[in-house]
């Protein structure tokens, strides 16, 4: 049929209104919810809980950054809890067997790209749905560690192990550096890389991707593998800062990650759209907002129910984004 | 049924439907009479698909009106008012829920009740097998899910449904498009049986042959106009096809002598010998020539499109051999393909043609982001550069910055182009290159194809259902039919008529072994 199709250039004013919806809108957000917090408790306006609030988001920041590639890929990964669970306590297992704290983190590491790449398979070549895949390997990971450790707490890790949670650097914890290079690292990887285009691309149009010559079975499988290994990340922070490993930690964590990347603009009803920086303000908007609502003594009840209005005001900014891409 | 003297079913009266800058439906007029069953003909975008939605309530018409049994069909038609006038239309893509029991599909929403609320299942299904023995089709267990069913028994189905709503008009649109031969013959009966129940049938089809073995009468529509309806027992195929194209176009013959292809041996950029996907295409052969354009035509579902997805890797290649510039390749992937130096640009640039979601110069790079990144890390500075480059030498109108969903269709298409001319192939594969595509910039693009054919070693294959755009670019045709390459025209004897007649002629000749 002949439909000619005369849209037009963007308007400067409708770009503008863009990148505030997309881009800067939680960065608005964050200022604003700091203005408020800040206003309402002298306690909160200090230096010591501004590092707090860091170090706090220090763990789902990480698997949040693993979560945005999977989710700009076009899928979702809720198994990263799990993979915190059972990286850990293998990790710390090891650490008590050899007291060896470096080889107990590199084990732990390891098996969160076996658990990520165990995943991607699964998905890109065998085919089954994301969804479907990690919310089965949430309960197999998870279930994995309980049978391993018989439900018990690894405790009595080496000192060491505690270096990353309570070491500083330049007046800042170690755990946000570790942090921060991560974001380094994953926005080089997004943004200024040749993969990370063909991350974005399979995302937006997998059938285009592929005719275009992408290895999209590649591409899917390396961002589970990215979050499997940022997932066990995540986990040997939190084996520092609990200096110990746990079959139960990590778990929501999924929930959080994707809570992050979607306040960030990263969006779960359309691949290929988002970026790691969203995902970093996402997770200090998350655990600002937490750390707030405790100081401000707000019940634990009723910091869930923040947390749900918020996701839902950041999908429906998504919603809007896209109408106005229109 | 109505006795009315002499009075036509369905009488549509001037009416037409536009488009931006098109005039889709340009004042139709046309009468067809109870148990008539009308072959309705023309070319792509002819208006056929148009007028045939007006009626069925899938568009509303800009003017005129329609009648049937003397009724009006109001302007803002739905396909729910329509089947309330008796207007049913069965198109190539059943609409059927699959999931679902025959009897259920056949009476959907119109379910016998007990009750009011309960439905009644004994009755649904003797109903239902009540309507398939008006088909001859009660051989269907009305149990069975829809798709359980073989694709003619489905379409059975489909009809059967229409019927049951008391359905005076039914339109066919490309009804065989996916039959074998037997399956034609059947469906053949059932449109007899329709006839023979005064139920007007509406025939869509590119198929000469069949459109003389099924149809009383045939409408010919061009450029959104209706041109004449004759009947088939005073025609021939000739008479019907000058009735398509219009005689003006007769001194189309362009490309004779101007033909600069050394057909020779030494010349050959690929040779295919006898690929076959072992289902839909059956052992294709051909060669193409450096600096040729070779032309595929055939009707829809002449698998033209699988042909070239299969060349390109898209879909598996199951025996034959492919050679590029005399060396063996192996197809396996896109990918793989690329690295052979063949380009597939897809007939469907949105679905898989291009990123929308990206920006004009990310989607000009895609597929060899190599040429513009050092160890992996990009020069996005080089993408602007490259982007701007064919902006100019391609007319694209549109920020490198923004997206390409943005764009216009022939903006995004002249995209689509970029980057295949940035992937360095030799062999470019342009499938329904103009399509939804204005007239400007069909000029442009080909004079895309034919620049890029020029480049010594380098030869296009042009996919397209538009016979004068074969005459308009190609140096050769490959006529195809059902999955076969039926007929080569040389390069001295491309005409539009020439072409028209194969094509239409060949369709339905290829018999299903």
């Given at each position: 049929?002949?439909?000619?199709?005369?849209?037009?250039?963007?308007?400067?004013?409708?770009?503008?209104?863009e990148?505030?919806?997309?881009?800067?809108g939680?960065?608005?957000?964050?200022?604003?919810l700091f203005?408020?917090?800040g206003?309402?408790s002298?306690?909160?306006?200090?230096?010591?809980?501004?590092?707090?609030?860091?170090?706090?988001?220090?763990?789902?920041?990480?698997?949040?950054?693993?979560?945005?590639?999977?989710?700009?890929?076009?899928?979702?990964d809720?198994?990263?809890?799990s993979?915190?669970?059972?990286?850990?306590?293998?990790?710390a297992?090891?650490?008590?067997k050899?007291?060896?704290?470096?080889?107990?983190i590199?084990?732990?590491?390891?098996?969160?790209?076996v658990?990520?790449?165990?995943?991607?398979?699964?998905?890109?070549?065998?085919?089954?749905p994301?969804?479907?895949?990690?919310?089965s390997?949430?309960?197999?990971?998870?279930?994995i560690?309980?049978?391993?450790?018989?439900?018990?707490?690894?405790?009595?890790?080496?000192?060491?192990?505690?270096?990353?949670?309570?070491?500083?650097?330049?007046?800042?914890?170690?755990?946000?550096?570790?942090?921060l290079?991560?974001?380094?690292?994953c926005?080089?990887?997004l943004?200024?890389?040749t993969?990370?285009?063909?991350?974005?691309?399979?995302?937006?149009?997998?059938e285009?991707?592929?005719?275009?010559?992408?290895?999209v079975?590649?591409i899917?499988?390396?961002?589970?593998?990215?979050?499997?290994?940022?997932?066990?990340l995540?986990?040997?922070?939190?084996?520092?800062?609990l200096?110990?490993g746990?079959?139960?930690?990590?778990?929501?964590?999924?929930?959080?990650?994707?809570?992050?990347?979607?306040?960030?603009?990263?969006?779960?009803?359309?691949?290929?759209?988002?970026?790691?920086?969203?995902?970093?303000?996402?997770?200090?908007?998350?655990?600002?907002?937490?750390?707030?609502l405790?100081?401000?003594?707000?019940?634990?009840?009723?910091?869930?129910?923040?947390?749900?209005?918020?996701?839902?005001?950041?999908?429906?900014l998504?919603?809007?984004?896209?109408?106005?891409?229109? | 049924?109505?006795?009315?003297?002499?009075?036509?079913?369905?009488?549509i009266?001037?009416?037409s439907?536009?488009?931006?800058?098109?005039?889709?439906?340009?004042?139709?007029?046309?009468?067809?009479?109870?148990?008539?069953?009308?072959?309705?003909?023309?070319?792509?975008?002819?208006?056929?698909?148009?007028?045939?939605?007006?009626?069925?309530?899938?568009?509303?018409?800009?003017?005129?009106d329609?009648?049937?049994?003397?009724?009006?069909?109001?302007?803002n038609?739905?396909?729910?008012?329509?089947?309330?006038?008796?207007v049913a239309?069965?198109?190539?893509?059943?609409?059927?829920?699959?999931?679902?029991s025959?009897?259920?599909?056949?009476?959907?929403?119109?379910?016998?009740?007990?009750?009011?609320?309960?439905?009644?299942?004994?009755?649904?299904?003797?109903q239902?097998?009540?309507?398939?023995a008006k088909?001859?089709?009660?051989?269907i267990?009305?149990?069975?899910?829809v798709e359980?069913?073989?694709?003619?028994?489905?379409?059975?189905?489909?009809?059967?449904?229409?019927?049951?709503?008391?359905c005076?008009?039914?339109?066919m649109?490309?009804?065989?498009?996916?039959?074998?031969?037997?399956?034609?013959?059947?469906l053949?009966?059932?449109?007899?049986t329709?006839?023979s129940q005064?139920?007007?049938?509406?025939?869509?089809?590119?198929?000469?042959?069949?459109?003389?073995?099924?149809?009383?009468t045939?409408?010919?529509?061009?450029?959104?106009?209706?041109?004449?309806?004759?009947?088939?027992?005073?025609?021939?195929s000739?008479?019907?096809?000058?009735?398509?194209?219009?005689?003006?176009l007769?001194?189309?013959?362009?490309?004779?002598?101007?033909?600069k292809?050394?057909?020779q041996?030494d010349?050959v950029?690929?040779d295919?010998?006898d690929?076959?996907?072992?289902?839909?295409?059956?052992?294709?052969?051909?060669?193409?020539?450096?600096?040729?354009?070779?032309g595929?035509?055939?009707?829809?579902g002449?698998?033209?499109?699988?042909?070239?997805?299969?060349?390109?890797?898209?879909?598996?290649l199951?025996?034959?051999?492919?050679y590029?510039?005399?060396?063996?390749?192996?197809?396996?992937?896109?990918?793989?393909a690329?690295?052979?130096?063949?380009g597939?640009l897809?007939?469907?640039?949105?679905e898989?043609?291009?990123?929308l979601?990206?920006?004009?110069?990310?989607n000009?790079?895609?597929?060899?982001?190599g040429?513009?990144?050092?160890m992996?890390?990009?020069?996005?500075?080089?993408?602007?550069?490259?982007?701007?480059?064919?902006?100019k030498?391609?007319?694209?109108?549109?920020?490198?910055d923004?997206?390409?969903?943005?764009?216009?269709?022939?903006?995004?298409?002249?995209?689509?182009?970029?980057?295949?001319?940035?992937a360095?192939?030799?062999?470019?594969?342009?499938?329904e290159?103009?399509?939804?595509?204005?007239?400007?910039?069909?000029?442009?693009?080909?004079?895309?194809?034919?620049?890029?054919?020029?480049?010594?070693?380098?030869?296009?294959?042009?996919?397209?259902?538009?016979?004068?755009?074969?005459?308009d670019v190609?140096?050769?045709?490959?006529?195809?039919?059902?999955?076969?390459?039926?007929?080569?025209?040389?390069?001295?004897?491309?005409?539009?008529?020439?072409?028209?007649?194969?094509?239409?002629?060949k369709?339905?000749?290829?018999?299903?072994a």
């Amino acid at each position: 049929m002949p439909s000619t199709a005369l849209s037009s250039q963007k308007t400067t004013s409708q770009i503008v209104k863009e990148q505030i919806v997309g881009k800067f809108g939680v960065i608005i957000g964050l200022i604003f919810l700091f203005a408020v917090f800040g206003f309402l408790s002298p306690a909160f306006r200090t230096w010591g809980n501004v590092t707090n609030i860091l170090i706090q988001s220090g763990t789902n920041a990480v698997i949040a950054a693993g979560m945005t590639f999977v989710i700009i890929a076009g899928g979702t990964d809720l198994s990263v809890g799990s993979t915190v669970a059972l990286s850990s306590v293998i990790g710390a297992d090891i650490m008590i067997k050899t007291g060896n704290v470096g080889l107990g983190i590199i084990v732990s590491l390891f098996f969160g790209l076996v658990c990520g790449a165990f995943n991607g398979v699964l998905i890109a070549y065998i085919g089954l749905p994301p969804f479907i895949v990690t919310l089965s390997t949430m309960w197999l990971y998870r279930g994995i560690a309980y049978v391993l450790t018989a439900g018990q707490a690894i405790v009595n890790l080496p000192e060491a192990n505690m270096k990353l949670a309570l070491g500083r650097f330049l007046g800042l914890p170690a755990i946000v550096w570790l942090m921060l290079f991560v974001y380094v690292i994953c926005y080089i990887v997004l943004a200024k890389l040749t993969i990370g285009r063909k991350i974005y691309a399979t995302g937006d149009n997998n059938e285009s991707a592929r005719l275009s010559g992408i290895n999209v079975k590649g591409i899917k499988t390396l961002v589970f593998v990215i979050s499997g290994f940022l997932a066990a990340l995540g986990g040997v922070i939190l084996m520092s800062r609990l200096n110990s490993g746990q079959p139960v930690a990590g778990q929501s964590f999924e929930m959080s990650a994707i809570a992050a990347a979607v306040i960030g603009g990263t969006s779960m009803t359309k691949g290929g759209v988002g970026g790691i920086s969203g995902t970093l303000i996402g997770a200090l908007f998350i655990s600002t907002l937490l750390n707030g609502l405790v100081i401000l003594n707000v019940s634990s009840f009723w910091q869930q129910v923040f947390m749900g209005v918020v996701v839902l005001c950041a999908v429906a900014l998504d919603i809007y984004r896209k109408q106005l891409s229109k | 049924m109505s006795k009315q003297i002499s009075k036509p079913l369905l009488e549509i009266r001037n009416v037409s439907k536009y488009y931006p800058g098109v005039k889709a439906l340009d004042d139709v007029s046309l009468d067809i009479e109870a148990g008539e069953v009308m072959a309705l003909l023309g070319e792509n975008g002819a208006g056929k698909s148009t007028l045939m939605k007006v009626l069925s309530g899938a568009i509303a018409r800009d003017g005129g009106d329609v009648y049937i049994d003397g009724k009006s069909l109001p302007v803002n038609n739905t396909p729910l008012t329509a089947r309330g006038y008796g207007v049913a239309i069965i198109y190539q893509e059943l609409s059927l829920l699959s999931q679902l029991s025959v009897a259920e599909n056949i009476y959907l929403t119109q379910e016998p009740t007990v009750a009011g609320k309960f439905i009644d299942y004994k009755k649904l299904h003797a109903q239902a097998k009540g309507q398939l023995a008006k088909l001859e089709a009660s051989h269907i267990d009305t149990h069975l899910k829809v798709e359980e069913l073989a694709l003619p028994e489905q379409q059975m189905v489909e009809i059967a449904k229409a019927l049951a709503v008391d359905c005076r008009v039914i339109i066919m649109d490309e009804p065989t498009t996916s039959l074998t031969w037997e399956e034609t013959d059947r469906l053949f009966d059932v449109v007899r049986t329709l006839r023979s129940q005064g139920i007007t049938v509406i025939y869509i089809s590119h198929r000469m042959d069949e459109i003389f073995q099924i149809a009383d009468t045939a409408a010919v529509m061009r450029d959104g106009k209706f041109v004449d309806k004759v009947k088939i027992s005073e025609t021939d195929s000739d008479a019907i096809v000058e009735l398509m194209t219009g005689k003006l176009l007769e001194h189309k013959d362009r490309r004779v002598g101007d033909c600069k292809v050394r057909y020779q041996d030494d010349n050959v950029v690929m040779d295919v010998r006898d690929i076959t996907d072992g289902k839909q295409i059956k052992g294709a052969s051909f060669k193409l020539y450096s600096h040729e354009v070779l032309g595929f035509g055939g009707l829809i579902g002449s698998k033209r499109t699988e042909l070239a997805r299969m060349l390109f890797g898209a879909d598996k290649l199951q025996d034959g051999k492919i050679y590029v510039s005399g060396k063996p390749v192996a197809s396996g992937a896109p990918a793989q393909a690329i690295r052979n130096k063949i380009g597939y640009l897809s007939e469907n640039r949105k679905e898989e043609g291009l990123n929308l979601g990206m920006s004009l110069k990310e989607n000009t790079v895609l597929i060899d982001m190599g040429a513009v990144s050092k160890m992996g890390y990009i020069n996005f500075g080089k993408i602007s550069q490259i982007f701007e480059d064919y902006k100019k030498s391609i007319n694209i109108k549109g920020f490198a910055d923004a997206m390409v969903s943005s764009l216009s269709g022939g903006n995004q298409q002249k995209v689509a182009i970029a980057k295949w001319l940035h992937a360095g192939c030799d062999v470019l594969i342009f499938d329904e290159p103009t399509r939804g595509i204005d007239v400007a910039a069909k000029a442009e693009i080909y004079t895309l194809i034919r620049r890029f054919a020029d480049q010594e070693g380098k030869a296009a294959i042009v996919i397209s259902s538009d016979v004068a755009e074969l005459v308009d670019v190609c140096d050769r045709v490959l006529v195809m039919s059902r999955g076969e390459i039926v007929e080569e025209i040389q390069p001295d004897d491309i005409s539009q008529d020439r072409l028209l007649k194969s094509i239409v002629r060949k369709g339905g000749q290829v018999k299903h072994a």
